[in-house]
């Protein structure tokens, strides 16, 4: 028997099943399947048997197959979105001709949270749990207890929303730095979280955004953010050669994406004196890989993310924004889907040399890796300058945890911040 019978049958039912001969294109499936000796051609057979079966358990179980085979099958993993009810055949859209946006500006919904007993302003208090009120203190209690969801990559790929439904905000572009924020309803000024600079609201800008997926709130103030940054100072002798600005409290945004698939390599690597050929097939499988959507403070942000739980993000709600800053994100899903693809495949490109030794001329294909699914978060951190070596250098402080980040000097005496800040 040739070693090519079973993509031989595969071939023929290809033809058969193009020519809408689905009796005879099953038959030659069937047999592709029962020669198949490799998983390239199970795959395939199996997934085109589902195409040719009628009974939704029966279609089912090969999409299955499919997958089990192949993970990244986009094919699969949308035909069996279908059969989960996940996406409609009516909503695939046609990827060579995405839908224009309609003209015309939609309605702005903006949110104003008056506190019902006084009706002063409530704004997102810093325990990560409550709104209060600004004149009474009144509480309001929020639930946090359902995480944000993930969105299918396959199925948003499929019927358009991988370029996400977007809602009519309001924005303000700082003068100064050239950041751009969300406007909270009814502020007649704002103050930029990176440069500290102010506002008056003469003219604001109507801007169609993505609804964020999820939220981690801010979980304390900015006292407590300021303390943290003494320690931090402190602890690395750093002699601060001005007044340093408390703390400013923001959102960041920033893309999560969950990755599978696999790595074909080939090289070679020096052993006993002499140069062999070496290969393998390195596993993907990634959760939460964070491209920042914003290119403010791009050196520390490596350092920043790794550091949030990300896991129980709550589901976004627009009151846990109330009285804080947002930044707008600046790098679409889809770009930043590729930078997801290449820091997975650095690390696997790291991870080949290091199990290996040095592996001369690495080839390498990342065609079998595949995104799953995506979610935007807003993550809060606290941000400031700190001037020391003649240099004004810019630190962060994840919201969630209260660990800092930021360049140290390579010299200097023990100074104290606290006279500084006024703490």
Excluded at 44 to 72: C, F, G, H, I, W
Excluded at 182 to 209: F, I, N, Q, R, W
Excluded at 271 to 300: H, M, W, Y
Excluded at 312 to 339: H, I, K, N, T
Aim: proline share 7%; net charge negative.
């Amino acid at each position: 028997m040739s070693e090519e019978y079973d993509n031989d049958l595969l071939r023929e039912g290809i033809l058969h099943f193009k020519a809408q001969e689905y009796a005879l294109a099953r038959r030659y499936f069937e047999r592709a399947l029962d020669a198949a000796d490799d998983l390239q051609t199970q795959a395939q057979a199996n997934y085109y048997m589902s195409l040719v079966v009628d009974d939704p358990t029966q279609k089912r179980q090969y999409l299955e197959e499919t997958l089990a085979v192949d993970m990244a099958n986009a094919a699969a993993r949308r035909d069996l979105a279908i059969l989960d009810g996940k996406l409609k055949p009516a909503e695939i859209v046609n990827p060579e001709s995405v839908p224009a946006p309609a003209p015309g500006t939609l309605a702005v919904q903006a949110d104003r949270f008056t506190c019902p007993k006084c009706g002063g302003r409530m704004v997102f208090a810093p325990d990560g749990a409550s709104l209060v009120c600004e004149s009474c203190s009144r509480q309001q209690h929020l639930a946090t207890g359902t995480p944000g969801a993930d969105q299918d990559f396959f199925v948003a790929m499929a019927n358009g929303t991988g370029f996400r439904k977007t809602v009519s905000a309001k924005t303000f572009q700082c003068q100064g730095c050239g950041a751009s924020f969300l406007l909270p309803a009814s502020e007649l000024s704002a103050t930029c979280a990176y440069c500290g600079s102010v506002h008056v609201l003469v003219m604001d800008k109507e801007t169609e955004l993505v609804q964020p997926d999820a939220v981690i709130p801010m979980a304390f103030d900015q006292k407590q953010a300021t303390l943290h940054l003494v320690q931090w100072v402190e602890q690395h002798h750093i002699q601060p050669q001005g007044k340093v600005a408390p703390p400013r409290g923001l959102y960041l945004p920033v893309w999560s994406f969950d990755l599978i698939g696999s790595i074909p390599w080939s090289g070679r690597v020096y052993r006993n004196k002499r140069e062999i050929p070496v290969s393998g097939e390195s596993p993907a499988q990634f959760s939460d890989v964070c491209v920042p959507a914003s290119t403010k403070l791009a050196g520390l942000l490596p350092q920043l993310l790794p550091g949030y739980n990300l896991a129980a993000a709550p589901a976004y709600d627009p009151r846990f924004l109330a009285g804080w800053c947002a930044q707008v994100y600046e790098l679409s899903m889809s770009d930043a889907a590729l930078e997801a693809r290449r820091i997975c495949v650095e690390k696997i490109r790291t991870n080949i040399h290091a199990g290996h030794g040095s592996v001369l001329d690495l080839r390498y294909s990342a065609s079998a890796i595949s995104i799953t699914s995506y979610r935007l978060l807003l993550l809060p951190l606290w941000v400031t300058q700190v001037p020391f070596e003649d240099q004004s250098h810019p630190v962060v402080i994840n919201g969630q945890t209260g660990a800092v980040h930021g360049p140290t000097p390579h010299h200097g005496l023990k100074g104290m911040l606290s006279d500084l800040l006024g703490s």
